[in-house]
């Protein structure tokens, strides 16, 4: 494991970064949050600095986990926030590394990716070595990954995290479906054939930390649960555990119209699998779908 004394955190208060400072914690390492809402002492955080004023001296790994929610539709204006809060930001985070000399910059970058990178690829199982898709999202994945890995010229090992749906208390979408299906109106999207990548939020926070301290690890690394499943059974399942029916599908044409090209992203099939994760080593406290909802469901 190598040796990290201070983490800086960008994305610290959102649903993801603010559990990180607790786990750093106990493995010794102090962190410094980034937010532009500024901080609380709750979260463990002893250090605070803004997105604008970037200073990474004394920081031994740096993790960005900052990105505008993309579950809205998508109009010129909302792509803009989506570019700049990942690429924009993530170019920042590594010219404010480059300015650091190289003996006093930071070992480790973690930096968030989606599985949307891989687009819509039906069956095919995807690991870190599968090519990159086609579309919108697959674009934007590609160009915040770019943005990362200039930060390998530097000498600084980056770890990109391909992560899927994110199943947690709390999170703004976890709650929307459990409100859904606890008023029995859930059901597949679409054909419901597409598969899910999806990972526990305490299984991601743990993948994170593992991600910066695990020297070997580097590159893309997909942090979704070891067995995704099918829309339709991730939905049959999710209405099974708060003991109510999945007799509503969503057609694709409704979510598309509603939701424009969100709506195509949820109906994008991705297979993906965490080859990397569990090569190096990290185990899985939520592995299955059961698991994991019925740690998170009444």
């Not at 990290?4 to 970064?17: C, N, P, S």
């Not at 750093?24 to 955080?45: D, M, Q, Y």
């Not at 095919?124 to 697959?138: D, F, K, Q």
């Not at 915040?144 to 530097?154: K, T, V």
Request: proline content about 5%; overall charge positive.
């Amino acid at each position: 494991m190598q040796t990290i004394q201070r983490a800086a955190i960008l994305g610290v208060t959102g649903f993801v970064g603010r559990g990180l400072p607790a786990l750093f914690a106990e493995k010794g390492v102090a962190c410094t949050g980034i937010s532009r809402s500024g901080g609380s002492t709750a979260l463990g955080v002893d250090r605070w600095q803004t997105p604008d004023t970037l200073d990474f001296s004394g920081h031994q790994a740096v993790i960005n986990l900052a990105g505008e929610p993309i579950d809205r539709r998508w109009n010129a204006k909302s792509r803009l926030l989506f570019h700049e809060s990942r690429v924009g930001l993530t170019h920042r985070v590594v010219e404010a590394i480059a300015k650091l000399p190289a003996d006093a910059r930071p070992k480790v970058l973690v930096n968030a990716s989606a599985v949307g990178i891989y687009g819509d690829r039906g069956d095919e199982i995807l690991t870190e070595t599968s090519a990159r898709g086609h579309g919108y999202l697959s674009d934007l994945c590609h160009d915040w990954e770019e943005a990362a890995l200039a930060a390998e010229s530097l000498g600084v090992r980056v770890v990109r995290l391909r992560t899927g749906v994110v199943l947690g208390k709390n999170g703004a979408a976890f709650e929307k479906l459990l409100r859904i299906f606890k008023l029995g109106i859930g059901g597949r999207l679409g054909s419901g054939l597409q598969w899910m990548p999806w990972i526990h939020l305490a299984d991601l926070r743990a993948a994170i930390v593992h991600a910066v301290l695990s020297e070997p690890l580097t590159g893309p690394v997909n942090t979704t649960a070891p067995y995704p499943e099918r829309n339709r059974d991730f939905t049959r399942k999710l209405a099974y555990s708060l003991h109510r029916p999945a007799i509503f599908p969503v057609p694709a044409f409704a979510l598309k119209l509603i939701i424009g090209g969100f709506g195509s992203a949820l109906l994008s099939s991705q297979r993906a699998i965490p080859v990397a994760l569990q090569a190096d080593g990290f185990h899985f406290q939520f592995p299955t779908l059961e698991a994991a909802l019925a740690d998170l469901t009444p």
